[in-house]
């Protein structure tokens, strides 16, 4: 016998079929790729090794291990305060090859940012904004290698970068000395990326000259002075110390997302909640009207998951609405029927009467 639609059921037990009912189809819902940038690889370094002895590839693990600590965590200094890590290297590999005369290693994930926490280091997750590049030199180098230098040290530090064919009035943005944020906006939009980074200079680092680097982002503008792994790290940190979770911070966040009036709308935003790398576990609580409530389980608090969803733009801030954004105060959950837990790739912990905070976003 099949089960009566959930309009046919008593009012009181609706919410709880129609949650069942979203819960079922979005298994079976055709899903969209709902991601924020997401970088592969920050787990995985390649250093060059002398040959492929033992003592050779041990040192290889650890520099490789030092490499990646500093693309997850963000911290230029990571390998020096995770000395005791270094050390051992090999415990963390899961996987190593040679590729001529470079050892490419794989570590464990989960192993790599426990060391980290526990070495007081910020956890920084695959999310991460792209940047747009824009160099204004008057002599740069023939070959056009300050590209390519960008692109390796943007790689080490796990930094996207767009590179864009920019029209001549985008062009001439850029290049005046702070350019309106308002104005910026749209150009990101366009291109697809959510930074600026400009560097300005006489000649190429590629020939030995120094660069002035403006980085905007999210209203503000940062500069620095130097090479090519100057301006880098200038994003790099600027970025980091807005979206990586810091050490051994976890609370538990609802998220009200609005908006929801179909199953491709709730597939897709459970689908891209549950890929945060901020996001540990996830409960579906309850449904009123066209909003879906969740509880997240998140490493870091409700600030640093609002910015990493933000970065996405796939889900909004109910601007419109009261207590729209992120509401600092804590707020009692209670609702007459199971919180259904979604995937969470491990133990789901207990989820406590009340959360840290709620964030209110909406479905665009």
């Given at each position: 016998m099949s089960a009566p639609h959930p309009s046919l059921l008593p009012s009181a037990a609706r919410p709880a079929?129609?949650?069942?009912?979203?819960?079922?189809?979005?298994?079976?819902?055709?899903v969209s790729a709902l991601r924020a940038v997401s970088v592969a690889g920050l787990y995985e370094a390649a250093v060059p090794v002398a040959d492929r002895g033992e003592a050779a590839r041990n040192e290889g693990f650890s520099a490789a291990l030092g490499a990646v600590a500093i693309k997850v965590s963000g911290s230029r200094d990571a390998g020096a305060r995770l000395s005791a890590a270094l050390g051992n290297a090999?415990?963390?590999?899961?996987?190593?090859?040679?590729?001529?005369?470079?050892?490419?290693?794989?570590?464990d994930a989960a192993?790599?940012?426990?060391a980290l926490v526990d070495a007081g280091l910020p956890v920084w997750g695959r999310e991460r904004p792209a940047t747009l590049v824009h160099l204004v030199m008057d002599t740069p180098s023939a070959s056009g290698t300050e590209r390519t230098l960008l692109e390796n040290a943007a790689r080490q530090r796990g930094i996207p970068l767009v590179w864009p064919a920019l029209t001549a009035a985008d062009q001439a943005l850029l290049e005046?000395?702070?350019?309106?944020?308002?104005?910026l906006q749209p150009l990101l939009a366009r291109y697809g990326a959510n930074a600026v980074l400009v560097g300005r200079g006489s000649r190429s680092p590629a020939e030995g000259?120094?660069?002035?680097?403006t980085l905007q982002f999210e209203g503000e503008s940062?500069?620095?002075?130097?090479?090519v792994d100057d301006g880098i790290d200038l994003a790099a940190s600027a970025f980091a110390g807005t979206f990586a979770a810091r050490a051994g911070s976890a609370s538990e966040v609802q998220v009200a997302v609005g908006n929801i009036?179909?199953?491709k709308s709730y597939a897709e935003t459970l689908n891209y909640l549950e890929a945060l790398t901020l996001v540990r576990s996830l409960a579906v609580e309850r449904i009123e009207g066209d909003t879906v409530y969740f509880r997240l389980s998140v490493r870091g608090d409700a600030q640093t998951l609002g910015r990493a969803i933000g970065l996405g733009r796939k889900l909004i801030a109910a601007q419109d609405e009261p207590g729209a954004g992120i509401a600092t105060t804590p707020s009692s959950v209670s609702t007459g029927m199971e919180r259904q837990p979604v995937n969470s790739g491990s133990a789901m912990p207990a989820v406590p009467a009340t959360v840290a905070a709620t964030l209110r976003l909406r479905y665009p």
């Open positions: 079929a129609r949650l069942a009912l979203l819960l079922v189809c979005a298994l079976f819902a055709p090999r415990r963390y590999v899961q996987r190593f090859t040679y590729n001529g005369g470079l050892l490419q290693v794989g570590f192993a790599v940012d426990k005046q000395s702070e350019p309106a944020d308002t104005s000259g120094t660069l002035q680097w940062r500069t620095a002075q130097g090479g009036q179909t199953l």
